[in-house]
C-alpha cells in the first residue's frame, strides 16, 4: 500500500512519489501558502519595509481593492497626499490585529501596530521663528494668558479692563475655533464619506458592467440574427444558382434535343437524296446499256448490210 504525504503548508494530504511532490511543491498553492507561514515570523517592522519597497498597486489604487492582499507583488499602501501619511491596507492591518492576538494569548509583549510618520523640523530651524499659525499647541492644551494680561497692565491697562480684554479675545478665539471645527469634516466623517464613495463607485462599476453585459447580450442577438439573415439569404442564393442551372440544362438538353431531331431529319433527307441519286444513276445506266446496245445493233446491222453491199458490188464486177 503506497504511503501519503501530508503537507504542513497547505493542510493537504496526497500519494508520496517524486512526480507529486514536485507538482505540488512546485505549484501556486503551496508557494503562497509557505510565503504567509514565513512572513508571519518577520519582524513587523521588517515586514512593512518590505510592504513599502514594492511598486504601488495600479489595480489597488484605482479600485481600493486587490484580490491577491498581501501575496500581491506590488505595494498596497497608499500616502495621504495633503499630510503625506501612510495609509495601510486592511489585510495589513488584520495581520497586525492577528500578531497582537497571539501575542496576547502567548503573554508576550505584543508588537505596536505601524503609527503615522511624524515629521521634524529642519536642522537650524526653531518653533518661535515658526508663524502663529504652524506653532504646535502648549504642553497644558492651553495658551497662558497671564502673560498678556501682564503686558497690558504695563501698558497703562487696569487689572480689569486687562481681564475683560483677555475674556473677550478668549471668547472670540473659541468662537472661532467652534465656527472652524463646524467647518471641518471629521476623520469618521471623512470616512465615511470616502466609503460612501467607494461604494457609488462600486454601484457605477456594477451598473457599467450591466450595460457593457447587456450591450454585449443585444450586440450578440444582433449579430446571430445577421448571422441567421446571412446564411437564409445564401440558401436562397444556392437556390437560385441551383434552379438556373436547372433550367440552363433543361434548355441545353432541350437544344441538344433539338439539333438531334434536325440532324437525324437532315440524315434521312440525306439518304433520301443519296437512295434517289442512286436510282437516277441506276436508270442512267440503264439507258446507257440501252442505248449503246441499241448502237451496237445500229452499228452491226449498218455493218452486215455495207458488207453485204461491198460483196454484192464485188460479184458484180466480176
Not at 450591450?215 to 440574427?225: C, I, Y
Not at 440558401?235 to 444558382?241: A, F, I, T
Amino acid at each position: 500500500m503506497p504511503r501519503n504525504y501530508f503537507c504542513d503548508f497547505c493542510q493537504c494530504t496526497f500519494p508520496d512519489n517524486v512526480t507529486n511532490r514536485r507538482n505540488h511543491n512546485e505549484g501556486a498553492i503551496h508557494i503562497n501558502n509557505r510565503k504567509l507561514h514565513y512572513d508571519w515570523y518577520k519582524d513587523p517592522d521588517a515586514f512593512i519595509q518590505e510592504q513599502a519597497n514594492k511598486p504601488p498597486c495600479r489595480h489597488y489604487i484605482s479600485y481600493g481593492h486587490c484580490e491577491y492582499g498581501l501575496l500581491c507583488k506590488y505595494s498596497h499602501i497608499t500616502y495621504d497626499p495633503t499630510l503625506g501619511q501612510a495609509i495601510y491596507p486592511p489585510e495589513l492591518l488584520q495581520w497586525f490585529e492577528l500578531q497582537q492576538q497571539e501575542a496576547i494569548s502567548n503573554n508576550t509583549t505584543p508588537k505596536p501596530a505601524p503609527s503615522t510618520q511624524r515629521y521634524k523640523l529642519p536642522s537650524g530651524w526653531k518653533i518661535k521663528d515658526l508663524p502663529l499659525s504652524l506653532r504646535p499647541p502648549p504642553p497644558k492644551h492651553g495658551y497662558d494668558w497671564s502673560n498678556i494680561g501682564a503686558w497690558l497692565e504695563k501698558e497703562g491697562f487696569s487689572r480689569q479692563q486687562s481681564e475683560a480684554i483677555m475674556s473677550s479675545l478668549q471668547r472670540v478665539i473659541s468662537e472661532s475655533m467652534m465656527d472652524l471645527n463646524k467647518m471641518m469634516v471629521s476623520k469618521a466623517e471623512r470616512e465615511k464619506a470616502i466609503y460612501a464613495y467607494k461604494v457609488d463607485f462600486a454601484k457605477l462599476k456594477s451598473e457599467v458592467q450591466l450595460i457593457e453585459r447587456n450591450d454585449f447580450t443585444m450586440m450578440k442577438t444582433e449579430n446571430d440574427r445577421l448571422e441567421s439573415e446571412l446564411e437564409k439569404l445564401k440558401q436562397r442564393l444556392r437556390e437560385e444558382v441551383t434552379r438556373t442551372q436547372a433550367n440552363v440544362r433543361l434548355d441545353l438538353n432541350l437544344e441538344k434535343g433539338r439539333v438531334r431531331d434536325e440532324a437525324s431529319a437532315q440524315e434521312i433527307k440525306i439518304k433520301e437524296t443519296d437512295t434517289r441519286i442512286e436510282s437516277e444513276i441506276s436508270g442512267l445506266r440503264t439507258q446507257m446499256e440501252a442505248i449503246k446496245f441499241q448502237i451496237m445493233q445500229y452499228m452491226i446491222g449498218t455493218m452486215t448490210g455495207a458488207g453485204a453491199l461491198f460483196l454484192a458490188y464485188l460479184r458484180m464486177f466480176k
